[in-house]
């Protein structure tokens, strides 16, 4: 089964950066597709970035430019590096690891890691 644990998150204050880490276990890590969600309360949770298997990445409008997601097969990990954070970044960011076949997809989540951004 596949498990992802997120770290990383905390209190930064605006302008800030934040690097977020997802370990991935329980299966082959380079297949999947990987990407962070975030979701405020009463809200739908909103993809922040993502990552296809073979290194393609796109983004949420309102991130372009000040977040990235990268990739490590090797260590079986995917990073969200966040800069010039804002307010508005404050959420709870999820991790979650994607792979389609011709019959079945599988979708898996992290627990959550909270990133506040506060002065």
């Known amino acids: 089964q596949v498990q992802l644990v997120e770290s990383g998150g905390g209190l930064v204050q605006p302008g800030g950066s934040l690097r977020l880490s997802c370990v991935f276990s329980?299966?082959?890590?380079?297949?999947?597709?990987m990407g962070w969600y975030r979701q405020t309360p009463g809200k739908q949770r909103e993809l922040v970035a993502a990552?296809?298997?073979?290194?393609?990445?796109n983004y949420a409008d309102s991130v372009k430019g000040r977040f990235t997601i990268s990739r490590d097969n090797a260590k079986a990990t995917v990073y969200l590096q966040m800069n010039s954070l804002k307010p508005e970044d404050t959420a709870v960011y999820y991790c979650?690891?994607?792979?389609?076949?011709?019959?079945?997809?599988?979708?898996?989540w992290g627990q959550g890691t909270q990133v506040t951004v506060s002065s």
């Open positions: 990552i296809t298997s073979g290194g393609s990445t």
């Open positions: 329980g299966s082959i890590f380079s297949i999947y597709n």
């Open positions: 979650n690891s994607k792979r389609a076949t011709i019959s079945s997809e599988y979708v898996y």
